[in-house]
């Protein structure tokens, strides 16, 4: 069974500078395929030699998170559209909103978001969706432009049932990370995960941060990792009431479809 992890933060600090030994590690966890996501420019630039250096295992997005928004400068579309070109991007993004700390303010990130979508719109590439507790604004800036989007992701799912409906009326997939293996916070996603129809369902480890609890025996550390995405996987098995081989054909499938399809 192969498995491919569409949320990595490989050029996090915390993770940039053990690579290697990550894609190794995942490899043996037969991760063999990850969508390495840019937060900013700079990391959307440095995803370019990153993931041209493992070709055909690293894809890559590029964008600005809405953490991020606000470090904008002036000609960053001119710029993503550029760096876009890169032959392992997949994806536009991370791109959307998230009002729970306000990192950049919430004007700020709603135009750097809309931006990104028109520029998604443009090049016709999948947009690969971040929103915490924003939903409805997010909700519908994305109802106004759906018809002009060529599909995405939104990744890192927790919400409920009529909520993952919205998305999927919309013509989104849905990214689940560890979050549905937290005992303590996962009772939504545990609940919703097999209302997500098969054709839909994207797997992620958004690391390193979301380390999945079900581990065992516990890792001595919090940093997540690809390795690490068979626990989701066996998680979202158990929930959704099929074979890890099911989801394991499902979800690559998915992958491909979405992301490689208008892959030269
Ligand atoms: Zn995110």
Not at 8 to 14: E, G
Not at 72 to 86: D, N, T, V
Not at 206 to 230: C, F, V
Request: charged letters at 25%; glycine letters at 6%; hydrophobic letters at 40%.
């Amino acid at each position: 069974m192969m498995w491919t992890d569409i949320g990595v933060n490989l050029l996090n600090a915390s993770l940039r500078a053990d690579a290697e030994a990550i894609l190794q590690r995942a490899e043996q966890a037969q991760v063999h395929r990850m969508l390495v996501i840019a937060s900013d420019e700079l990391e959307s630039h440095a995803c370019v030699g990153l993931c041209a250096a493992h070709a055909g295992r690293l894809w890559h997005s590029v964008g600005i998170h809405p953490h991020q928004a606000a470090t904008a400068r002036p000609g960053y579309i001119e710029r993503l559209r550029e760096l876009a070109s890169a032959p392992q991007v997949v994806a536009l993004g991370e791109m959307g909103l998230d009002y729970n700390r306000n990192y950049s303010p919430p004007d700020i990130q709603v135009s750097v978001f809309e931006r990104q979508l028109e520029l998604a719109q443009d090049l016709r590439l999948p947009v690969y969706l971040h929103e915490r507790d924003a939903h409805d604004t997010f909700y519908a800036i994305l109802r106004e432009r759906r018809d002009e989007l060529s599909g995405g992701v939104v990744h890192c799912f927790t919400g409920d049932e009529p909520t993952l409906m919205r998305y999927l009326e919309l013509g989104f997939s849905i990214g689940v990370t560890g979050w549905i293996c937290d005992e303590r916070r996962g009772h939504q996603l545990q609940a919703s995960v097999r209302h997500i129809p098969s054709d839909r369902l994207l797997l992620e480890t958004d690391s390193p941060y979301l380390l999945p609890r079900n581990i065992r025996p516990k890792p001595k550390t919090r940093i997540n990792e690809p390795a690490q995405l068979t626990w989701v996987a066996t998680a979202v098995a158990v929930h959704r009431n099929e074979s890890l081989q099911q989801l394991s054909a499902a979800t690559e499938a998915n992958f491909d479809r979405l992301f490689l399809s208008r892959h030269r």
